[in-house]
């Protein structure tokens, strides 16, 4: 045909979002496949992995209730430590799921299209996983309801509402929420094709009880539509927000290298970065097991990367202006602390999160890296251990010299403290393993939207040169 | 009482549209369309009125907002006001974060409940199979069939001219 020709012939259009070929048919088949296909090895080992690595939960949370939170590393100066860094790192991680959902469904980037679905299942149970930590802190769980929740106690007494500990607890309970809604409702549609696909009658009824008697009617599809945008539309500030509140946990203390105006946008950003480390960490290994290039294309590998390289550099501004303000602001107290997290006992920790998270993501400004899914691989990898180490030099350098020598100390984490959070990544992992075993791991009815029109010369929805000034 | 319908099968979106507009326009009773995705040109084929559901959102939201600035200032102000550090007991900057969440939390639990009220959707509903492929690769007009004197043929003729796949009747018990 002469009217599409010269679109393959052009140099600088953008990589396709979909492999040629698809039709609405065989993109409900390959997806549904990874389903309905039988379980393959690869999985089983994941989840005898996922499973082990919870008992080291069992067994920290289980240590941690018989003798209190004295079994973790925390001392007098240090009275932050591990929990806090992990619950911080969990929360970021979850970022990337409703930027992708939400914000980039706003901008109309169609190429978000194959990876929202993922990426929102890692939202919800990275912010499970990242729960447990304020919970688990408390040292007694069962009655931490008047300690986080709006309920009085036994003498009357409410939550302080002045306290960003507080705002925290309102900003992840609906992040959760709203992202869970979110995650649910684009689900729906799917799970009726499930239901209509289904060869066993088990399937059928799970996924006709799921997908709540949808028959892609075009009066449902019209509030759909409108809920879906409406949910993007109030989770794009609420991503936003949910880190903001987080970084105020330390920006509202008066305490060197918490009080800072620049931590809100530092953390949103470095909670987008870390995040679309984790989707990459996750996407490369399930897009090479189950073939999904068709799905997850280059193009996809190279927006990714850049939304990285782009945040990785704001948070590479966040560490220039902390170095900066500490010696504008001429504090001794702030001078000292940044003297003491570069060159302190702690130094080689900093110039780690150095190297992890503003050195080596600057491959990412190469194409080749970009394209090469085992250099992202390992640039991710960096990036998640970066992400990590950014916490604990927030927390602990900014804590263990207080005002005061005699209180000095230093902070080490003790085996209990690496139980819990390895145990998480363990939550973290079954639920991922269990996501992809019984539930469209793409979004079916959004990859419809890519397949090119028949019949008439029509483009698709968004076509590509729609989007190609954002790539 | 038993509806029935008159079906038209399809497999692309723009003879979907086309037909459908036509049929409404032919002063058929259009049903309902079903489709495998949210066509973006049906609501207005069909003459559906545009969504109301924002509306809606505002309110759960403006009630959300009302809750969580009733409760803080009650709360910290009113039933226990506890003094820290000689700071007002009503100090609106610090309530805005918990305001913010609840404005969001409201409106997005408050949509989706609509939203499945409005559709009549609930889980373990069953629902008549118009045909099995529409959550596949199929795009089906349905035409509400009151009468014997309703004129097949001429439908059938209206809906060839849009390629068409399957004409069918449907009776619903």
New interface residues.
Partial sequence: MASTAPEKEDPTAPAPVLGPGQ???TV?QKISSIITSRTPLGWIIGVALALGLMQCFALGVTWLLIKGVGVWGLNVPVGWGWAIINFVWWIGIGHAGTLISAILLLMRQNWRNSINRFAEAMTIFAVICAMQFPLLHTGRPWIAAYWLL?Y?NSM???P???S?L??DV??V??YF??SL??WY?GL??DF??L???AKQKVSRVIY???S????????????????SL??AG??T??VL?VHS?VS?DFSVGLVPGWHATIFPPYFVAGAVFAGFAMVLTLALPLRAVYGLHDFITDRHLNNMSKVMLATGLIVAYGYGMEQFYAWYSASTYEGYMMQNRTWGPYSFEYWMLILCNVAVPQLLWIKWVRLNPIMLFIVSMFINVGMWLERFIIVVTSLHRDYMPSSWDMYRSTPWDWLLYIGTIGIFLLGMLLFIRVMPVINI??I??LVP????D?KP?HDASADASAD | MSNSYFLGVF?????IVAATRITRESGYDIH?????????D??EA?G?KS?R??WV?LMF?LLGFSIAIF??FW??GV??A?N?GG?PFN?LP??L??M???I??F???G??FT??V??K??????????H??????RFVLAVELRDSAFDTAAITMLWEQY?VLEIRQLSEA
């Avoid at chain 2, 099995?132 to 690769?137: F, R």
């Fill in positions: 039709t609405y048919t409900t709006p009085p009357g007494v409410w302080q509402f002045r960003p507080i705002w309102f900003a309970s609906t929420t709203v809604i979110f409702i729906i549609p009726a094709t239901r209509d696909k006709g009880i799921l709540m008697g949808w028959r892609g009617s075009a009066k449902h599809w019209h509030n759909y539509e409108m809920t409406l949910l109030i989770s500030p609420l927000s509140i105020f009815v959004e419809r939207l029109r028949k019949g008439h029509k929805d | 497999d692309n979106e723009s003879d309902d369309v079903y489709t495998p995705y949210a066509v973006h049906l609501p069909m559906l969504s559901l924002t959102c939201a409760s803080q709360i910290a039933d226990w506890v820290v700071r100090s610090a309530y974060p918990v913010f969440e609840c969001v939390l409106g997005g639990l949509v989706l939203l499945f409005r559709t959707l609930y889980p373990g509903k069953k629902e008549l199979t118009i099995p492929e529409v959550t596949n690769d390629h």
